[in-house]
Structure formats: C-alpha cells, structure tokens
C-alpha cells in the first residue's frame, strides 16, 4: 500500500472527524496525565530513596547529664573505627539552636529550653559501609554508658523503599488502567467514525479495495490519537512542573536534600510511543469487531 | 481513448486479462466474457429469486436487462460483482468461476468491473476529484498518473474542469456522471449498471445511456438493467427479461447479434482472428 495515499486518506479522516477526536484526545490526556504525575512522584521517590540510602549517618543521642569524660572516651573510640570519616559533637544549645534555624516556627518553640534537645555525636561513615556493619558499630557505641540512643536511618530508608514498592505497584497499575482507557475510549471512537463513513467504505470495497486498505487510515487515525493524547499529557505535567520547581526546590529539595528532577527523557519516549501503539491496537481491535466489510 | 498499458508494472491487477481488450490467451477474446450456468439463488427456502437462470454475454455487448420489479435484476448484478454468493451453478467471467472466489479475492474480481447504481453510491462531502480517483489510488497508481487520468475521464464524462467542486454541490445528473467517471476510470472489462437513470429526468436519463452507449463503442461490455420501457425502446440493443427466475430473451440486439455473427464468420475463415469492438452494420 502506497503510505503518501495512507497518510493523506488518514488527514482527511482526521479533518472530517476532527471534533470527535478532540473529545477523545482531551479525555484521555487526563487518564496520561495522571500516569504521568504518578511516574513524576515514583521518579523523585527514588531519587530521594538512592540520595539517603547512600548517606551513611549515624546520630548518637547522649544521656542528660553524661560525663564529659565518658563523652570524650566515647569520640576517641568513634574516631578509631576504620569506617568512621567524621564525627561532631552537638551540644544541646547547639541543637536547639540548629532545630530553630531548619524550621520557622513561632516564637512559643523558641522558648524551648535548651534541655528539649538532647545532646549527639553526629558520625559520618564511609560511603561504602554495609547495612549489617553500620548495625553492628551502632549497636556497640550503644553499650556505652552515657549513650541513650542510636539512630541508623535504617528504619527510615526501608520505611521509603516499602513505600517506594508500593508506588511501582500503584503506577504499573495506572498504566494498565490507562492502556485499558486508550483501547476502550479509541475503540470507541473509530466505531463511530466507521459508522460516520460508511457512505465511503462501502464504495472503496465497491472499487475492490481490500480490508487492509480500508483500515489502514483508521489505524493511524487511532495511534495518532493515542500519541497526541500522551504527548498533551507530558506537555501539560512538564508546564505544571515548571511553574513548582523553583517552589519545590525551596522546601522539600531543602529537606530531603535532592532537586526535583522531571520524568527521564525514556520515560517520555515511552509514554508517547506507547499512546500511538496502544491506539492503533484499539482502533484494530474495533475494526475487527465493527467493521464487517 | 487511451488504453490502459498491459505492461504498466505500476498497476497490480492480479487478473490482468479481465481487462478490456487484454487477453491472457488469443482465444479468451472469442469467447463470451460472462456465462452463467444454471444459477440458483435463494434468500429465503421456500421462494428462490433465481432458478435455473442461464445467461451467456458476448465480449463488447450492451445488454438490457429488464422484468418486473423483484424479479431479480439487481440480485443477478450482486452475483456478478459478489456482494452475494450463488446457492447453486457457475458463474464464469473471462471463463473463471467467480463463484468460487475466495473472499479475499473479491477486491481483485472488482477491480475488472465498474459498477453504477441509482442512488450513485458517491461520498457526497469528497470532491468530484477525490470520487474518481480513489478507483485509480486503489489499484496503487502513482498520484502524477491519477491526476491526468482523472482529469482525462472527467473530460469524457462531460465534467471537465468540475474535478474540485464539492460532491454535494452537483445536481443529480452530473453526480451520475461522477459515478459513470469513477466505473470507467479504471478500463473495466465489464459494466454494471443496476437502474442507473432511475432518479433522472427522461432527458438526463438519455443522456446517461448515450454516456453508458460511447463506453460500450470502446469495447467495454455492458449490463444495463431497468424497467424504463420509454427508455428500451429508444434502442435496438439485445434485451432480456427475468421472469420466474429464468432468463427470456426478449429481443436480440440487433447490432450485436449481427455483429457477432460477422466476427464468427470472419474467425472460420481467418482463423484467430480477435475483435476488440463489436461492428456495426
Ligand atoms: N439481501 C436480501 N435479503 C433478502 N431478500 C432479498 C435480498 N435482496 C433481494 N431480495 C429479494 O429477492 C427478490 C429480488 O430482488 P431484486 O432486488 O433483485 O429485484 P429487482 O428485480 O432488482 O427489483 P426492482 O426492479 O424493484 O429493483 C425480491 O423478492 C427481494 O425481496
Ligand atoms: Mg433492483
């Protein structure tokens, strides 16, 4: 088959049923869009998720009252482990004035005497330390008798990997969900666009055209649709995310420490050939069903 | 009129020797183009439309086809052009059984015939342009030969310079004119015109035969069928009528028959000689 003819003949179609396409084009950008968002929170999610997972810190909460003798003890031992890079002592004035300057709370906080805030050794370790070795120095630094607490971080990284997982569940869902939307919403429209020109199909199957050539244009009617549907989408989350970067990047990025980042130029490709792909598969899949010629 | 080039390797036509005045073997061209053999047709058990119905059509024919209206006139083209099937008989064009014919043949047999009705069957929002050519765009042709070519037929067909007007915007009689342009633009062997004036004027509806008549001086076969008796008359072409299924033959034409009798003559007595166009005495 000629594709300059099967181009053109798909633009008339497009034309002719330009109004119908826009009804469909428009409903299923939003069912793109909210793939998309999904795809967006799942990409910064793990963004934030490999950023903490590759920090390796350690906060050692010391008892009120601990000798600064013991104290001092405590830090040359830290300070002897191999994996250890770092170590800071924060005093409880130090932070409070720390917490007070992270967060913009009201005056009635900053009455907060010193003594709310405990006083830590801040232990950085080596890029490369393992979960069960950094577990293994936490739990010896917390035999030490002017020790209360050790906090690994582990608990919160695997609290994010947890809900980072449910997130690729939830996604891998929505893009069923939307696949099944594209097929439904586009099946649904070339049937009402068979049925609109049945005037011309019966006189091209009257001229001997075959079904391959009568379908074709409504295929490529039906995968332009789904492109356009997912690349509005991806135009629209790109506008939205533009407008808040600068705003994220303020608050949360201050946070958790890393930038928010846009859906991976793969993650675009895919999306968009996926739209035309998922389109000329509905619109076949409604030839099939409605076009008995 | 220019004759469509049998060596075009542009043109798929699986059967090219459908074709007029192309022939897959010399003695193709002396036999009848179409011959229907004991043809049964029934839409419902207990009351068949065709019975027994025995047809022979001679290369460069133009036939009436008439009888009453349920006869049967327009199931005999639907056979031809296979929009239905036959229960029981042969139906032979260019001596293959097209009753046969695989379903995904079907687009290939119609491309060998050209077919009119008389509700047009044009799409009323294309252009007159876009009407015809689509017959050419199916056959795969280049766009620089379906342009000329539409332009030339659309010059026969009295519509010369119309090609970009909207479909919808011709009356009546110029839209057939559309219909007749997009059956002949390809060089069918064989046309089909189930009542093609039956929504005219008398006068446009003469007009539409002279138009159907300067086809058939070609050499493309016709089939007219109508049950316009003011319009048989005005003509000596071979009619039929269908009565109970069954062909009668009402009236042999008489510039056919004797045309025919006169290349049958001539083939005896110089062997294969092929005639492409019937003549007239
Ligand atoms: N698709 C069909 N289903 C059922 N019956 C049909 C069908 N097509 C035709 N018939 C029946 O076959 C008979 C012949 O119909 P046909 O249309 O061939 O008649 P006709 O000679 O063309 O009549 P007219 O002059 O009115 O056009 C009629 O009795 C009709 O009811
Ligand atoms: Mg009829």
Redesign the pocket.
């Known amino acids: 088959m000629d594709m300059k003819q099967l181009i053109t003949r798909a633009r008339r179609g497009l034309r002719e049923e330009m109004r119908l396409y826009l009804v469909a084009v428009s409903s299923l950008a939003v069912a793109f869009l909210c793939l998309g968002g999904a795809l967006l929170a799942l990409t910064n999610l793990s963004a934030v998720a490999r950023a903490w997972g590759q920090s390796s810190r350690m906060t050692v909460y010391l008892r009120d009252g601990a000798e600064a003798e013991d104290v001092a003890q405590l830090r040359a031992l830290v300070e002897g482990l191999a994996e250890v890079r770092a170590v800071e002592h924060l005093s409880s004035e130090d932070a409070r004035a720390q917490f007070l300057e992270h967060s913009d709370v009201e005056a009635g906080l900053a009455a907060l005497p010193a003594e709310v805030f405990p006083a830590s050794l801040e232990i950085t370790l080596a890029q490369d330390t393992g979960a069960p070795r950094a577990a293994r120095i936490a739990e010896r630094i917390a035999q030490f008798r002017s020790v209360s607490d050790v906090e690994t971080y582990r608990g919160w990284f695997s609290r994010l990997e947890s809900l980072l997982q449910a997130g690729r569940a939830i996604a891998g869902a929505l893009a069923l969900l939307v696949a099944l939307c594209v097929l439904a919403v586009i099946g649904n429209t070339i049937r009402l666009a068979v049925a609109r020109r049945r005037e011309e199909i019966e006189v091209m199957k009257l001229c001997g055209a075959t079904d391959e050539f009568v379908r074709g244009p409504f295929v490529l009617e039906g995968s332009f649709q789904g492109f356009m549907s997912a690349l509005l989408a991806v135009l629209l989350l790109m506008g939205g995310f533009l407008l808040v970067r600068d705003e994220l990047d303020a608050t949360v990025a201050a946070l958790t420490g890393v930038r928010a980042a846009f859906l991976h130029p793969a993650a675009l490709v895919g999306l968009t050939l996926g739209g035309a792909a998922v389109g000329a598969i509905g619109s076949a899949l409604s030839l099939r069903r409605y076009m008995a010629v | 009129m220019r004759s469509f080039d049998p060596d075009d390797s542009n043109v798929v036509r699986p059967f090219p020797f459908f074709r007029a005045g192309v022939r897959a073997d010399p003695s193709a061209a002396n036999r009848p183009i179409l011959v229907l053999e004991d043809v049964y047709?029934y839409?419902?058990a207990d009351?068949p439309?065709l019975r027994g119905l025995n047809l022979t059509v001679e290369r460069g024919e133009f036939l009436f086809v008439t009888?009453?209206?349920?006869?049967?006139?327009?199931?005999?083209?639907?056979l031809i052009y296979r929009k239905?099937t036959v229960e029981e008989g042969r139906i032979l064009f260019c001596g293959r059984d097209i009753a046969r014919l695989t379903s995904k043949s079907i687009p290939y047999l119609r491309r060998n015939l050209g077919v009119v009705f008389?509700d047009f069957k044009v799409v009323q929002h294309w252009t007159v342009f876009e009407n015809v050519a689509i017959a050419l765009e199916i056959l795969d042709m280049p766009q620089r030969l379906v342009r000329s070519r539409v332009v030339e037929t659309l010059e026969r067909v009295g519509l010369g310079g119309r090609g970009g007007d909207r479909t919808s915007n011709l009356s009546g009689g110029e839209q057939q004119r559309v219909a007749v342009a997009r059956a002949i633009v390809t060089e069918p062997a064989l046309i089909l015109a189930?009542?093609p004036t039956?929504n005219l004027d008398p006068h446009l509806a003469i007009d539409i035969l002279t138009l159907f008549e300067e086809v058939n001086e070609t050499g493309t076969t016709v089939i007219f069928?109508t049950?316009d008796h003011s319009l048989i008359s005005k003509r000596d072409h071979r009619i039929i009528s269908?009565e109970d299924g069954r062909v009668s033959e009402a009236r042999r034409g008489l510039r056919s028959w004797s045309a025919r009798d006169i290349i049958s003559a001539a083939d005896t007595k110089r062997g294969s000689g092929v005639h492409k166009h019937p003549v007239a005495v």
């Open positions: 047709k839409f419902r009351k439309t009888g009453p209206s349920g006869a049967g006139k327009s199931t005999l083209l639907q239905h008389q189930d009542e039956g069928a049950h269908i």
